[in-house]
């Protein structure tokens, strides 16, 4: 009887352990992301290398004092709203990689050796699974190119290629910087890459962030604009103070002859930073003006911009400045032609210049004191530009622009459809666009449309 007992005893404590599971096991702790920051670079290009591969409102139909209805008013671009950073979602580590026994050291020199690299490897964590990736240059091993940035990282237990970079002229693709530039928890790689050879220094910046399958470029178009992309160098600092990092490109003078003869040229920084999505242009600052239409041409994008005293002060010095040069299409021939060494006479000052932008600043000061409500202010730069130009050959057609506006303004108090009367007139008289921004300006000259002689809404 006892042996029955004890036999029935053990089968009931075996059952009830069955019965109650496995106990849960701790998930393992992911490897920090590294966030090392590679030294900026300064890319100062050589000179001989070739090429890689707001609703806009409908318009109102009283009748102008001409007696024509306006015309509905082109939209304009708007602005790109502040990023908030404490909307960042970081990302979340994938499971860490197994990797082969050997040193990850060991594996960089040995594909180094492979790749008859010259330059040092990074090794860094950028697809934020706790292993570093390889970031090597070399050889492009395919026989196009002058050389590659090959991105290694361990895939089912060994070492292979997840993304590479060529470029069609030397150098290889430089790498600026790996860093959690966007602070969402995974580093972004900052390449430049040389796009133009012979005399050319043009560069093209990729920034690069893993998604967890393929790299994303994160870089805005118009970080690449075809304007004057002569990169002289790449900065990064939290410029706005919100926590993510802002890429600073500064860009030079072009190298190639072609390029540089259709100028005249300024050097420029621009300033990228992270709205969300992508990374942006933030602002775009040129160096001084040296002749009039570029003075002009700045104001007239501070006020876009809404910095009305800039842009006072700026067409204020478009008029009264002694010190600005002026520019003319026999000039451009002439700068053109003489790129390198004088061998003409140089052309005299176009006598047609300046009554033609000093009435066109004296118009949009009119245009400034109006849409900040200082109308008394706004009538008294009208009289002025009346008074001043009303009868000069040259000036006289921004004044009838001016007429046109103001009294379409004075209709209906308002801008729009004063903004409707301007740009139809300037659709009416092309020929007032063209000492203002043209082909005859250059390459990085803005080329004005209608739309362009009163951009409020």
């Known amino acids: 009887m006892k042996k029955i007992f004890w036999q029935t005893l053990i089968a009931s404590i075996f059952l009830i352990t069955a019965c109650a599971g496995t106990p849960p096991q701790s998930q393992p702790t992911s490897a920090p992301v590294s966030n090392s920051l590679i030294a900026t670079s ?3 290009p050589t000179a001989t290398q070739t090429s890689i591969p707001s609703t806009t409102p409908t318009a109102s139909t009283p009748a102008l004092a001409s007696g024509a209805s306006v015309t509905p008013l082109p939209t304009i671009p708007t602005f790109t709203p502040t990023f908030d950073a404490s909307t960042i979602l970081t990302v979340t580590p994938a499971p860490k990689a197994e990797c082969p026994e050997e040193t990850l050291n060991e594996v960089a020199q040995s594909i180094a050796k492979d ?8 090794l860094i964590d950028v697809t934020n699974d706790g292993q570093s990736e390889i970031l090597i240059n070399g050889e492009t091993k395919d026989g196009v190119g002058a050389g590659s940035l090959y991105i290694y990282s361990c895939q089912s237990g060994t070492y292979t290629i997840l993304h590479k970079i060529s470029a069609l002229e030397s150098p290889s693709p430089q790498l600026a910087i790996v860093q959690d530039l966007n602070k969402n928890g995974i580093s972004e790689i900052v390449i430049a890459i040389r796009t133009c050879g012979g005399f050319g220094s043009c560069w093209v910046i990729s920034i690069l962030e893993w998604d967890g399958e393929v790299f994303q470029n994160l870089a805005d178009d118009q970080i690449n604009e075809d304007r004057a992309p002569w990169l002289d160098k790449l900065d990064f600092d939290d410029t706005d103070n919100n926590g993510t990092i802002e890429i600073i490109v500064s860009k030079g003078l072009p190298s190639h002859p072609d390029r540089l003869s259709d100028g005249p040229w300024r050097k420029y920084t621009e300033v990228y930073s992270w709205n969300g999505k ?19 041409q700045d104001a007239d994008q501070e006020t876009i911009k809404q910095n009305y005293d800039m842009a006072l002060s700026l067409y204020q010095e478009a008029i009264f400045s002694d010190k600005l040069e002026w520019w003319s299409i026999d000039r451009h021939i002439y700068y053109r032609n003489n790129i390198w060494e004088s061998t003409e006479p140089t052309p005299l000052p176009d006598s047609t210049e300046y009554p033609n932008l000093a009435a066109y600043a004296d118009y949009r000061i009119m245009l400034l004191h109006l849409i900040q409500g200082h109308e008394s202010d706004a009538t008294t730069a009208y009289n002025t530009l009346q008074q001043k130009f009303g009868n000069d050959p040259y000036g006289h057609p921004y ?10 303004y004075q209709s209906a108090h308002s801008v729009y459809d004063g903004c409707a009367a301007a740009i139809q007139y300037a659709a009416e008289h092309p020929e007032i666009l063209t000492p203002l921004g043209s082909g005859y300006h250059g390459a990085q000259s803005h080329q004005y449309k209608p ?3 009163c951009p409020f809404r």
């Open 278 to 296: 992508m990374y942006v242009q933030k602002s775009r600052t040129l160096t001084s003006p040296q002749f009039r239409f570029q003075v002009i």
């Open 451 to 453: 739309e362009d002689v």
């Open 42 to 44: 300064t890319f100062l």
């Open 115 to 122: 790749l008859k690299s010259t330059e040092p490897y990074q």
């Open 399 to 408: 004044a009838e622009m001016a007429t046109a506006f103001w009294d379409a």
